[in-house]
């Protein structure tokens, strides 16, 4: 898409203006450059004089929108122009004010089609809970932490083995309480972020890591309070993420245990051997997992009118081939936790149940 294609727009223009991270400016011509490289949201600009494309380049948030306009001389009213485009765009945003913690938000903005301060704003005002013993629990909360949420609770239980490196402990954490080392992690990748037990509020979302099914007892808390929470554990080197669960609206842990039994008896007894199992999980597959993890808890944070993936559904990242699979999970008739039923529900939620069923859990 051209500039020459988007209209005027009416748009409050940033005080101090900065392109947004992640985008690069790159020359197609002398007059013409290019903003990003994704046709999705990249842009083409034309007929710019020399004055306008190195001002372009030098938006760095650090000068005021007046001294960057008076920068390019005559060039003022097509400057002015350009800017207002590209603010509309998303493309050129307000600089993060010196005393704004840092947040790493990169083009999110883009893709959830928000405004990027108030996304900032949103993540460094959550709260997230990791509740985890495991490899993905440090590994998740470190991305947690440096992707701008402003506030971890973290749970854990035993202490640091040689098993646990690689996610985010180092030697020097071996021995120490788990629960207080993932805090230590925290506080290196990002020193503004709390770790302290919030009792005031309940978390904007619960992460249940690591364990291949989580207890019972905690999961019917999380429901009891409609907390929401996401199951992230790795499996036999697949790691799975989700569903989802928003009580009440989307599918719930013990719809898929019903859709499960539905398609094997036995899996109520199987599925009892497995609570709180934490299995010894591959590097490669833990970060894909945690990093996948993240990227939906972010999805929750930027609202948007398009459900985030895991919503009645798992996502089974499987690194060794290179495969990302969506696996539908809808309610379950039988449930009862008040998440909607489909119309037609049984047999292609029995049919994906039965799918694979020894290999994710």
Not at 100 to 112: D, H, I, Q
Not at 261 to 272: C, E, G, N, V
């Amino acid at each position: 898409m051209t500039l020459s294609s988007v209209p005027p727009p009416d748009v409050l223009l940033p005080a101090y203006p900065t392109l947004l991270p992640g985008i690069h400016v790159l020359e197609r011509d002398d007059n013409e450059i290019q903003f990003g490289l994704d046709r999705r949201y990249g842009i083409i600009a034309n007929g710019l004089p020399p004055a306008i494309v190195d001002s372009v380049r030098r938006l760095d948030g650090r000068r005021l929108l007046e001294d960057v306009l008076l920068a390019v001389g005559e060039h003022r009213d097509q400057f002015h122009l350009l800017l207002k485009q590209l603010t509309a765009l998303g493309l050129v945003t307000e600089a993060a004010k010196k005393n704004v913690k840092r947040v790493e938000t990169g083009v999110w903005s883009l893709r959830a089609r928000h405004y990027q301060p108030a996304l900032t704003d949103r993540r460094w005002q959550s709260l997230i809970a990791v509740h985890g013993s495991g490899r993905i629990a440090v590994a998740v909360a470190a991305l947690l932490a440096t992707s701008g949420v402003g506030h971890l609770d973290i749970r854990a239980s035993g202490t640091v083995t040689e098993a646990d490196l690689g996610s985010g402990f180092t030697p020097a954490e071996l021995g120490q309480p788990r629960q207080r080392a993932i805090r230590n992690v925290v506080a290196r990748v990002a020193p503004d972020v709390t770790t302290a037990r919030n009792q005031r509020r309940l978390p904007d979302l619960v992460l249940l890591t690591d364990t291949l099914v989580p207890p019972p007892e905690e999961v019917a808390e999380l429901v009891d309070s409609a907390t929401t929470h996401l199951p992230v554990r790795v499996c036999e080197g697949t790691g799975i993420v989700g569903p989802l669960v928003v009580p009440g609206r989307s599918a719930c842990l013990r719809c898929c245990d019903l859709h499960r039994t539905d398609a094997d008896l036995s899996w109520p007894r199987i599925a009892t051997q497995l609570v709180g199992r934490i299995p010894r999980a591959d590097l490669g597959a833990v970060h894909a997992c945690a990093s996948l993890a993240v990227a939906q808890a972010m999805r929750l944070l930027s609202p948007s009118e398009t459900r985030p993936p895991a919503w009645n559904a798992t996502l089974e990242i499987d690194s060794f081939d290179g495969n990302l699979h969506r696996r539908i999970w809808e309610p379950h008739p039988d449930c009862g936790c008040g998440a909607p039923v489909p119309v037609e529900d049984a047999p292609e939620a029995a049919e994906a149940a039965s799918e694979e069923a020894l290999q994710e859990t």
